[in-house]
C-alpha cells in the first residue's frame, strides 16, 4: 500500500476492510481480518489495524483525497470514546496509540486538506501542550499551516453528519430493516456526502455511498435471489446503482451525480440520471417540473 499511486486500488483496499459487517452502518464495529498461507483467517491485533489504518491515511493523504484520509480515522474512532467531543476523543485515542505523531500528522493534512486549518490547530495543541512525548512531523505541519481566517471550517459540520449517520445506524438489526429506516439513512446518507462535495472530495462521497447502500442491501435481503447466487458463484459484484435507493432519495441521487461531475465524470452522472427515470418513469414529472 505505501508505495501504491493509484487511487482506484487504494479505495478497492479501503472497501475490503469489514466487509461483512460495514464500519459505517453495523453499529462501528470495525473489524479487520487477514488469511494466513494456511488459509485460515484470523483478526488483526490493534496495533497491525492502527499501521494498516495509518498507511491507508497517508496514501489517500498524498493523492489529495483528504476525505478518504479522514474516513479511514473515522473507522477506528467512531467506536473508542463516545459520548465526548472529536477534539477530545481524538486526543485521548492518540495518546494511547502506537504511532502518535505519525497518525496526529496525518490527521492535520487531512484536515488541512479539508479546509478545517482551525480544527487541526486546536487538535494539535490540545494534544502536544501538556504531553511529555515529542512531536517532530506535526509540528512541522503546524508551523507551516494557513491560518486563512476567511475559510470557513467546515469540519464540525461534516463530522456531525457522519456521527448522525453512524447513530441512525448503531441499533439497527441484521436482519430486519424497515422502509422508514430505509428512508431515514438514505436521507442522511445524502447529508454527509453534500458536506464531503462542499468539501471538495467527491471520491469520499462515492465511497461513503456505495459501502453505506451495499450494506443497506444486505440488510434488505432476506433470502437470496437467484441472479445474487450466480453471481457469488462466478465471483461476479453487480456494480450497477441501486435505483430503488435513487428513486426514493432526490437529494442524494443529486448528491451522487454532483460528486461525478466534480471528478470529471460527466457521462456516468448524466447515465445514472437517465437510467433512474428509465426504471421509474413516474418521476420524469417530478423532475421536469
Known sequence: IEDCKNI???????????????????GNDLEIVHCDDSNKV???LLEQQERL???????TNHASEFGLSILCY??????TYPGISWQEETRKWLIDSEYPDANLSAIMTALCGLGAAKSAESLYKATTEKSQRQYPQSSDIYQFMDFDSSRKDNWPFLHMHLRQLLGITADLSNDNLTQSQTDLLLAA???TMGSLNNSKNPRAALFLSAKTQKKIQSLQETSPTMGGMMRSFLGVEEERPNYTFLARNDELLSEIMRALRMLRMHDQGLSIFRETLDVFPELDARYIS
Open 53 to 59: 489504518i495509518l498507511t491507508l491515511a497517508r496514501a
Open 8 to 26: 482506484n486500488v487504494i479505495t478497492t483496499i479501503m472497501e475490503s476492510i469489514n466487509e461483512d459487517k460495514s464500519w459505517i452502518v453495523d
Open 74 to 79: 473515522e473507522m477506528i474512532l467512531s467506536k
Open 42 to 44: 484470523s483478526p488483526l
Open 189 to 191: 446518507l445524502a447529508k
